[in-house]
């Protein structure tokens, strides 16, 4: 069979499992061998019964000592019972609904069983175990792959289309890894690694393989992310002749920080040299990215050109708009919102507005990416909290223009060697100081005891003149799988009851957003003392009166998460206090909530954040719009991400369209294009 032969055809698969394996994306044998094992179950070590460990899988040799005993529980269930033994003990093995167990064990013959063990009074058992005679060797006494599945479909499916696959690789299998680059991280050639990484003899083989291949995804994506940036090099940007922002910096009511005037010099250098802005500004919370935004959108509309913003959700568009507009006007710049929930006749008029050029900045969701947005002359694009978009996404809204100048703007800091990664193509501006006046959020995490000593610290904030959040986890206890998190609802009707004299309000996902508007409006304005809320406040809530932020079960949420509710605080002149409950809920949570207690720098937090919980989580969902990973994990691959990094800056440097690699530059091509990640062509 050939690579690109169906995988129907594999004796013993036909359509039907062929059908199940498209489920997981395999058509074809090549589809198989580039579907690489999730683990590996390693049932070469065989471990006495008197060395067994409750609650591990294992391999046993062993002998059946008395015939197998089956016993009817109920309807639709039979346990069948064996007792068996080696030189160091007795053991019990338990099946369920598994006739074929009873009649296939004989007594007095040694076989090799695999299986769980749990601990049952002074004796192990071993619950529905794999067996076969002891030198058999197809169920034990080799390493055996594990495959994502689906349901349907089992192992040795899988261990049928991918032996077909490696059998059908020809002994020229093209690597398109260059050979110095093999050579010098000391790496085996493609074929050896993908025979190692599907049926290795060892765990240090599967390691060699899955080594080479974590790097090569990395070197891919590095490589990648260099061509989509030379791409924007190439191009020219739209022309700004006028860069002077004297009378912009005249209208502001404060003065800037050296790490905002820092970042915005650094965007007009881009725009003053020719090329195509492309720059991401991270910044901790309430450092005062928003400004660098405005400056840009000035310079748009003092050249008679138009900006857009674009924000994840409507509350935060909304806040740009409250806070732009207001300097614009001042400044004698028009500003317009464009979100989904607006009505048509009002929708309509703004984009008329928009294609006319009578609006000269546009604020608003991703509304702004439909069709029927065109704009009359768009010089400027900026995303915010970019994590919650992809590149395509940001790529379709400078399309919306020729050579459009894009500002990229992130309050979630993201760890140095994730940023390298996923905004390989920008540079990157890092706004590192807070405004003057702010002062430190004293942060303390606690458990349930000190529940009605909280209550009273939360009256007491009231009665001082501040403001409260209350954060939870759920909206309703009904979605509760744990009993003990807490929803929205139900402590806000708790805090009603502890204190009937404070005025509370309730919003969370499911509120209406007409109604959400207005209960952040009246906290906004003072009308509100606690407002309970889920994380639909983690951003775009500006309220310098609130002093104190609850976090209920802090243990559900990440690090980074955290530090973003936090930051909803500590925004005015007063003294700020953040409280998270929690500690009492086992050693993780108290080691994650004591970095949050005497840890104030975001990007520290965040480093520990991936590194506790991975890439996946740290994300929530895989939003960043890159090539999926199926190895690498880039919170315990830094090294190698370095590495692949500066292999690939290396090569592109010597060689920036890689001539001299045809299969590797075909190789990072169709990769990106499949992920709808941009053309590199």
Request: charge should be neutral.
């Given at each position: 069979?050939?690579l690109t032969?169906a995988v129907?055809?594999v004796?013993?698969i036909?359509?039907?499992?062929?059908e199940?394996?498209?489920?997981?994306?395999?058509?074809?044998?090549?589809?198989?061998?580039?579907?690489?094992?999730?683990?590996?179950?390693d049932r070469?070590?065989?471990?006495?019964i008197?060395?067994l460990?409750?609650?591990e899988?294992?391999?046993?040799?062993a002998?059946?000592?008395?015939?197998?005993?089956?016993?009817?529980?109920r309807?639709?269930?039979?346990?069948?019972?064996?007792?068996?033994y080696?030189?160091?003990?007795?053991m019990?093995?338990?099946f369920?609904?598994n006739?074929?167990?009873?009649?296939?064990?004989?007594?007095?013959k040694?076989?090799?069983?695999?299986?769980?063990?749990?601990?049952?009074?002074?004796q192990?058992?071993?619950?529905?175990?794999?067996?076969?005679?002891?030198q058999?060797?197809e169920?034990?006494?080799?390493?055996?792959p594990?495959?994502p599945?689906t349901?349907?479909?089992?192992q040795?499916d899988?261990y049928?289309?991918?032996?077909?696959?490696?059998?059908a690789?020809?002994a020229d299998?093209?690597?398109f890894?260059?050979k110095d680059?093999?050579d010098?991280?000391?790496?085996?050639?493609?074929?050896?690694a993908?025979?190692?990484?599907h049926?290795?003899?060892?765990m240090?083989?599967?390691q060699?393989?899955r080594?080479?291949?974590v790097?090569e995804?990395?070197?891919?994506?590095a490589?990648g992310?260099?061509f989509?940036r030379?791409?924007?090099?190439?191009?020219?940007?739209?022309?700004l002749?006028?860069?002077s922002?004297?009378?912009?910096?005249?209208?502001?009511?404060f003065a800037?920080t050296?790490a905002?005037?820092?970042?915005?010099?650094?965007?007009t250098?881009?725009?003053a040299?020719?090329?195509?802005?492309?720059r991401?500004?991270?910044?901790?919370?309430?450092?005062?990215k928003?400004?660098?935004a405005?400056?840009?959108?000035?310079?748009?509309?003092?050249n008679?050109?138009q900006a857009?913003i674009m924000?994840?959700?409507?509350?935060l568009?909304?806040?740009?708009r409250?806070?732009l507009?207001?300097?614009?006007?001042?400044?004698?710049i028009?500003?317009?919102?464009?979100v989904s929930a607006?009505r048509?006749?009002?929708k309509?008029?703004?984009?008329?507005e928009?294609?006319s050029?009578?609006?000269s900045i546009?604020?608003?969701t991703?509304?702004?990416?439909s069709?029927q947005v065109?704009?009359h002359?768009?010089?400027?694009?900026?995303?915010?909290e970019?994590h919650?978009?992809?590149?395509?996404?940001?790529a379709?809204l400078?399309e919306?223009?020729?050579?459009?100048?894009?500002?990229?703007?992130?309050?979630?800091?993201?760890?140095?060697?994730l940023?390298?990664?996923?905004?390989?193509?920008l540079d990157v501006?890092?706004i590192?100081?807070l405004p003057?006046?702010?002062?430190?959020i004293?942060?303390?995490?606690?458990?349930e005891q000190?529940?009605?000593?909280?209550d009273?610290f939360i009256?007491?904030q009231?009665?001082?003149?501040g403001?409260?959040?209350?954060?939870c986890p759920?909206?309703?206890d009904s979605?509760?799988t744990?009993?003990?998190?807490?929803s929205?609802?139900?402590t806000?009707q708790?805090?009603?009851?502890?204190l009937?004299?404070r005025?509370?309000g309730?919003?969370?996902?499911?509120t209406?957003?007409a109604?959400?508007?207005?209960?952040?409006?009246?906290f906004?304005e003072g009308?509100l003392?606690i407002?309970?809320s889920?994380?639909v406040?983690?951003?775009?809530v500006?309220?310098?009166?609130a002093?104190?932020?609850?976090v209920?079960?802090a243990d559900?949420?990440?690090?980074?998460?955290l530090h973003?509710?936090?930051?909803?605080?500590?925004r005015?002149?007063?003294?700020?206090?953040c409280?998270f409950?929690g500690?009492?809920k086992?050693?993780?949570?108290?080691?994650r909530l004591?970095t949050?207690?005497?840890t104030?720098?975001?990007?520290a937090?965040?480093?520990?954040?991936?590194?506790?919980?991975?890439?996946?989580?740290?994300?929530?969902?895989?939003?960043?719009?890159?090539p999926?990973?199926k190895f690498?994990?880039?919170?315990?691959?830094t090294?190698?991400?370095?590495?692949?990094k500066?292999?690939?800056?290396a090569?592109?440097?010597r060689?920036?369209?890689?001539?001299t690699?045809?299969?590797?530059?075909?190789?990072?091509?169709r990769?990106f294009?499949?992920?709808?990640?941009?053309?590199?062509n």
């Open positions: 069979m050939k032969d129907q055809f004796r013993g036909g359509p039907k499992k062929a199940l394996l498209h489920k997981i994306g395999i058509d074809t044998l090549e589809d198989a061998v580039q579907c690489y094992p999730r683990g590996y179950e070469t070590a065989v471990v006495p008197f060395e460990t409750d609650g899988k294992c391999c046993v040799h002998v059946v000592g008395a015939q197998p005993q089956t016993a009817h529980i309807k639709g269930m039979d346990v069948t019972t064996c007792r068996i080696d030189e160091t003990g007795l019990s093995l338990r369920f609904n006739k074929y167990a009873s009649a296939a064990l004989e007594v007095g040694e076989y090799a069983f695999y299986g769980k063990v749990q601990a049952e009074g002074r192990f058992v071993m619950i529905a175990p794999e067996f076969e005679p002891v058999a060797g169920k034990t006494g080799r390493i055996l594990m495959y599945l349901a349907g479909l089992h040795k899988m049928k289309v991918t032996d077909a696959a490696l059998r690789l020809p299998y093209p690597d890894l260059p680059i093999r010098q991280q000391k790496f085996p050639p493609l074929k050896t993908l025979a190692e990484i049926r290795p003899q060892t240090e083989q599967a060699r393989a080594k080479r291949m790097f995804e990395l070197f891919l994506l490589c992310m260099r989509l030379a791409g924007r090099a190439e191009q020219k940007g739209t022309q002749r006028d860069l922002l004297r009378e912009f910096y005249r209208a502001l009511p800037l050296g905002q005037q820092r970042a915005i010099e650094a965007c250098m881009d725009i040299m020719g090329k195509p802005l492309s991401l500004v991270q910044g901790d919370v309430g450092s005062g928003t400004i660098v405005a400056a840009l959108c000035y310079l748009a509309a003092k008679e050109k857009v924000a994840p959700t409507e509350l568009a909304r806040q740009h409250e806070t507009e207001p300097l614009m006007h001042k400044l004698g028009s500003c317009g919102l464009l607006m048509t006749k009002e309509r008029e703004i984009v008329d928009i294609a050029g009578k609006l546009v604020i608003g991703h509304a702004v990416l069709e065109q704009f002359d768009l010089a400027v694009a900026v995303v915010d970019q919650r978009f992809g590149v395509n996404q940001r379709a400078t919306k223009g020729e050579n459009v100048h894009l500002l990229v703007m992130s309050a979630t800091p993201i760890p140095r060697t940023a390298l990664l996923i905004y390989g193509d501006s890092i590192d100081e003057p006046g702010r002062q430190r004293k942060t303390y995490a606690v458990g000190t529940r009605p000593r909280i009273r009256d007491n009231c009665a001082a003149g403001q409260v959040y209350v954060v759920l909206v309703e979605e509760a744990d009993t003990h998190r807490h929205a609802e139900q806000a708790r805090l009603k009851t502890v009937p004299h005025r509370i309730l919003v969370h996902g499911r209406k957003t109604e959400k508007e207005q209960i952040m409006r009246d906004a009308n003392d407002l309970v889920t994380t406040i983690e951003v775009g500006n309220v310098p009166n002093t104190l932020m609850v209920e079960n559900c949420f990440g690090m980074s998460q973003q509710l936090r930051g909803r605080v500590g005015g002149s007063r003294q700020s206090f409280i409950y500690a009492d086992g050693a993780d949570a108290r080691e004591s949050l207690v005497h104030r720098d975001g990007f937090i965040a480093q520990k954040d991936l590194e506790m919980r991975g890439a996946g989580d740290f994300f929530g969902t895989r939003q960043h719009g890159l999926p990973m690498a994990d880039l919170a315990g691959d090294c190698l991400l370095e590495q692949a500066s292999a690939a800056d090569l592109m440097q060689d920036p369209e890689l001539r690699q045809p299969l590797l530059r075909q190789r990072i091509v990769l294009e499949q992920h709808g990640t941009g053309s590199l």
